[in-house]
Structure formats: C-alpha cells, structure tokens
C-alpha cells in the first residue's frame, strides 16, 4: 500500500474518531437522557473512540515517520468535524469570519501533510 493510500486511511479513521468524540462530549445537548451521564459516555463513546485514534496516529505517523503530522492531521480532522456536527446538529452557525478561517487553514494543513 502506497504512503498516501495509507495516510489517507489515517484520516479515515482520526475523522471516525472525531466524530466519537464530538458525540461523546456533545450527546448532553442532543438528547436529555445523556444529560447527567458522563461515565456511561465516557465507556460508550470514549473507549471505541480512544482505539480509533489509536489505530490512526499508529498509521499516520508510521507512513510519515513523524509523530508530528499525525499530531495535525488529527487536529485538522477535528477542526473539520465539529464544524460540520455542530451545524447540522445543534444548529449552531459556522459561518462565521472566524469559524471559515479556521476550516481553510485546517484544510490547508490536511493537504500540506498528506501530499507535501
């Protein structure tokens, strides 16, 4: 497998985990009964969502060979992640000055590490 398929598939994986993770921080204000709950999330989302990252920074930064671009890439999947959940979700706007900026420049460094 090429560097960038499996890198790629690190993103894959740091997104899945993103997405556990917003789900396990954020299931308080989607649904009530998750209000007052924070040691079921924590088993329910935080342990399959430790093992993804696990899994994506073990991938990443064994094809690139820096712990520091699996420390972005992750960053950036969850720049891009919590944007997007927490529009749709809790309606809360993204599009703002501040909360673009941050999506292009998260952007910028996926595709700075991937195929710079």
Do not use: D
């Not at 398929?5 to 308080?28: A, D, E, P, R």
């Not at 993804?52 to 999947?77: D, K």
Request: glycine share 8%; with cysteine; net charge positive.
């Amino acid at each position: 497998m090429s560097p960038t398929v499996s890198i790629l598939i690190g993103v894959l994986v740091f997104t899945l985990g993103q997405i556990g993770g917003w789900f396990q921080l954020n299931s308080q204000f989607l649904w009530k009964w998750w209000e007052n709950k924070p040691f079921i999330s924590a088993v329910i989302f935080g342990l399959p969502t430790s093992v993804l990252f696990w899994y994506a920074w073990r991938t990443v930064s064994t094809h690139t060979e820096s712990v520091w671009s699996a420390r972005f890439i992750g960053s950036g999947t969850g720049f891009l992640v919590f944007p997007i959940l927490t529009y749709f979700l809790l309606g809360e706007s993204m599009f703002t000055v501040k909360t673009i900026s941050c999506l292009t420049l998260a952007i910028l460094i996926l595709l700075i590490q991937i195929f710079c």
